[in-house]
Nanobody, 117 residues
Framework: QVQLVESGGGLVQPGGSLRLSCVAS????????VSWYRQAPGKERELVAG????????NISDAVKGRFAISRDNAKNTVYLQMNSLKAEDTAIYFC?????WGSGYWGQGTQVTVSS
C-alpha cells in the first residue's frame, strides 16, 4: 500500500504561481511512476504531468506545457508540480497518482487550486 498526501493548493490570482507537493509513504524507488491529474467541475479527470522514477523522465500535457513543471526529491519521497502563469482554466482539484513497481495504482485525496482575481 502506498499513501499519498498532496498539499500546496489554494487561491491565487491569474498570472501567479503555486507549487504542489505529493508526499509518498514509501521510497520513490518503490514507485514506478508518479503523475499529477486534475479535475475541474463538470469535467473529466485529465493528466497534467508525470515523472518516471527510474530515470526522471517527465511528460507534460500540451495544456500546461511551458507553464508547469514536475520534479522530485528522492530523499523526501516527494514529487512537486510547479505551476506558473496560472490561468482561470487551471482551476481544479489536483490529484497525485502513483503506480508502484508491481503495477498497482494509488490516489491521493486531492488539493484544490483556484485561480481568480
Amino acid at each position: 500500500q502506498v499513501q499519498l498526501v498532496e498539499s500546496g493548493g489554494g487561491l491565487v490570482q491569474p498570472g501567479g504561481s503555486l507549487r504542489l507537493s505529493c508526499v509518498a509513504s514509501t521510497s520513490i524507488f518503490n514507485i514506478r511512476l508518479v503523475s499529477w491529474y486534475r479535475q475541474a467541475p463538470g469535467k473529466e479527470r485529465e493528466l497534467v504531468a508525470g515523472i518516471r522514477s527510474v530515470d526522471g523522465i517527465t511528460n507534460i500535457s500540451d495544456a500546461v506545457k511551458g507553464r508547469f513543471a514536475i520534479s522530485r526529491d528522492n530523499a523526501k519521497n516527494t514529487v512537486y508540480l510547479q505551476m506558473n502563469s496560472l490561468k482561470a482554466e487551471d482551476t481544479a482539484i489536483y490529484f497525485c497518482k502513483a503506480i508502484d513497481r508491481w503495477g498497482s495504482g494509488y490516489w491521493g485525496q486531492g488539493t484544490q487550486v483556484t485561480v481568480s482575481s
